[in-house]
């Protein structure tokens, strides 16, 4: 694992929102799961989460799929009482859609808020070595760009853009991590409570940017753990040329703000 230099210690007062459960010992983790016809992945992907890290409940958050895995996610949820589902009418974003899972774990008493991509590009294995990071930061990114971490098969133009986002970013929001576009994260959820997550504009690709942004403004330690991103394994991409220049600009926005010192925490 690697970890960003040391910031300034966090503390974390009381939840802005009430009801942790009562503690058994282990901490209480939820892994999210964004899906957009995913079909062809979701129940491959609960059932080796479930071998990985048993005690994890996994919450689906589907946009009305047309590929029908809202149907899946409830035919699983129906027999598993650890499996939740989300059912929104209509295509929303990624970005709004980790958001109501952390909203979820935040009124459902979770420890831990751990989100992967739902096509296998963010392979269970990890699990158990980014979790062990929580004992230490706040933030554990299953990171691409540290030691050790990599991209399956991409080509050269997504590899350079990719990175040159994550250059920028490291320099206009100040923020010491290699990768900070990814979505493979966990979070502690006593954090979250504390980020004014109400201020986050983002909608899409530069939501993970933006809320590692507002974790990094709350204190919080972000840590690193190298990750190899895999190739789907069903179904299609959602990439969309559209939405990357729309959060391309949202992210120039923020970090010049930041820099002119407008992006300081409220509270
Ligand atoms: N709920 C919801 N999930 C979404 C939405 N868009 C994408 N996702 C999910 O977010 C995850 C990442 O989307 P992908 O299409 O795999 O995009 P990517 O990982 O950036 O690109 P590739 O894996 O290279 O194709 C997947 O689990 C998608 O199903 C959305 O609008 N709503
Ligand atoms: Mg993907």
Redesign the pocket.
């Known amino acids: 694992m690697t970890a960003s230099p040391e910031p300034a210690p966090s503390d974390h007062p009381s939840p802005a929102e009430p009801a942790p459960a009562p503690r058994t010992g282990e901490p209480r983790l939820l892994v999210s799961?964004?899906?957009?016809?995913?079909a062809g992945?979701l129940a491959n992907l609960i059932a080796e989460i479930q071998k990985v890290v048993p005690h994890a409940d996994v919450l689906v958050?589907?946009?009305n799929?047309p590929d029908g895995?809202g149907q899946i996610a409830a035919a699983i949820a129906e027999k598993d009482p650890r499996v939740h589902v989300l059912h929104?009418p209509g295509?929303?974003?990624?970005g709004?859609?980790t958001l109501a899972a952390m909203k979820f774990a935040m009124t459902q008493g979770y420890d831990y808020l751990l989100n992967m991509?739902?096509?296998f590009?963010h392979p269970p294995r990890y699990l158990p070595g980014i979790l062990a990071g929580m004992s230490k930061y706040d933030v554990m990114i299953g990171s691409r760009y540290v030691r050790g971490g990599g991209t399956e098969n991409w080509p050269l133009p997504r590899r350079v853009i990719s990175q040159t986002v994550n250059m920028i970013v490291r320099f206009l929001f100040r923020m010491p991590v290699k990768d900070a576009s990814g979505?493979f994260r966990c979070y502690r959820v006593s954090m979250l409570r504390d980020a004014e997550l109400n201020r986050v504009r983002s909608r899409g690709?530069s939501f993970q940017q933006e809320v590692l942004f507002r974790c990094h403004k709350t204190g919080a330690k972000l840590g690193e753990y190298p990750i190899l991103f895999e190739?789907?394994r069903a179904?299609?991409?959602?990439?969309n040329k559209k939405e990357a220049v729309r959060s391309m600009s949202m992210l120039l926005y923020i970090g010049l703000r930041n820099v002119f010192g407008l992006e300081q925490r409220r509270k």
């Open positions: 799961l964004a899906t957009y016809n995913e992945n958050i589907d946009d799929s895995t929104r295509k929303l974003g990624l709004t859609a991509d739902a096509d590009s979505a690709y190739n789907r179904g299609v991409s959602k990439v």
